[in-house]
């Protein structure tokens, strides 16, 4: 009995939504825009993540020594540098390397590959470049530097990359507020499209539905079609968004290989590997959404 009665619901609920179809094609397309923009905010929201990442890794301290200074008090200086509990790691690098380093970064450009072949000497000095142990305490390891008195050093060069990071940050979050915005646009429209769709089916089959109460059809059974309705709506809307969101994707892919320049960087695995977190829980939140707009029509329509 119990599958008779589910099988019926399910009928109820296609021919609806088959009799219904235009309503159901914009009740759909509404879903898909917002799904569009929810998944935007998660595409910005990795980026972001990434960007950080990358400039955290970036993150360092130069100190640079005199030319003329001995090799073996430079070592000194490294050692005592590494024992500071910020620091992570300091790579020595000479000023035969300091150079090889900046001709392979210059290599395209001809003006500068000329103006080295024109100085008999090598202009860089050599440095000492310190990683932080945390790149978010990078200000406590400026200020144990700044303690270190050596006749050797040259010059300090902190770059503030924290003002880098705020600024991704605030970027960042402007995006997400605007897309957060947009996205409870498209979930308060969908509501009342649902809302509506579900007001005008129960109108539609008001006469089927005081037969059903006449004849002692329980609640459930007059009302769980709608719901089931909303839920159909959603998977589509859900299935849609997937077939639509990956090509768009892919032609994002090679953007944002072009941007995260070194680093392995895939959007579309990020996708896949949380598929079923992504998906499911924009069709589990998307569903309530629904479910909760189809209860409101129908305590309000469907009372006998």
Known sequence: MFFVSLFRIIKFSLQDISRNM???VVTVVILVLALFSINMLVVVKVVSDTAISAVKEKVDVNLYVKPDAPENEIMNLKSKLQNLSQVKSV??????????????????????????????????????????????????????LNKIENPIIESKNFLNH??????????????????LVVSLIFVLITLLVIY?????A???????????????????FIYFPFLLS??????????????????????????LEAFFVGYDFNIITYFNA???????????????????????????YARA
Do not use: C
């Not at 129960?202 to 459930?220: F, K, N």
């Not at 909303?230 to 953007?255: E, N, R």
């Open 274 to 300: 949380n598929f079923v977190q992504i998906f499911g829980i924009q069709f589990l939140g998307i569903a309530a959404v629904n479910i909760l707009a189809s209860l409101i029509a129908i305590r309000k």
């Open 230 to 255: 909303s839920i159909i709506y959603t998977l589509f809307g859900v299935i849609l968004i997937i077939g639509l969101f990956y090509p768009f994707l892919s032609l994002l892919q090679p953007y």
């Open 22 to 24: 235009w309503l159901s």
């Open 91 to 144: 790579e020595y690098v000479s000023k035969r390397k300091a150079l090889e380093s900046f001709r392979d970064q210059n290599t395209n450009n001809p003006e500068v590959m000329q103006a080295l072949q024109l100085l008999e000497n090598n202009p860089l000095t050599p440095n000492l470049v310190i990683k932080p142990q945390n790149p978010d305490n990078i200000d406590t390891l400026i200020g144990e």
């Open 162 to 179: 924290k003002k880098i990071l705020q600024r991704i940050k605030s970027i960042t979050d402007k995006v997400n507020a605007a897309g």
């Open 196 to 200: 509506n769709a579900v007001r005008v």
């Open 202 to 220: 129960i109108y539609t089959h008001h006469q089927e539905i005081t037969i059903m109460r006449l004849v002692g059809a329980s609640s459930w």
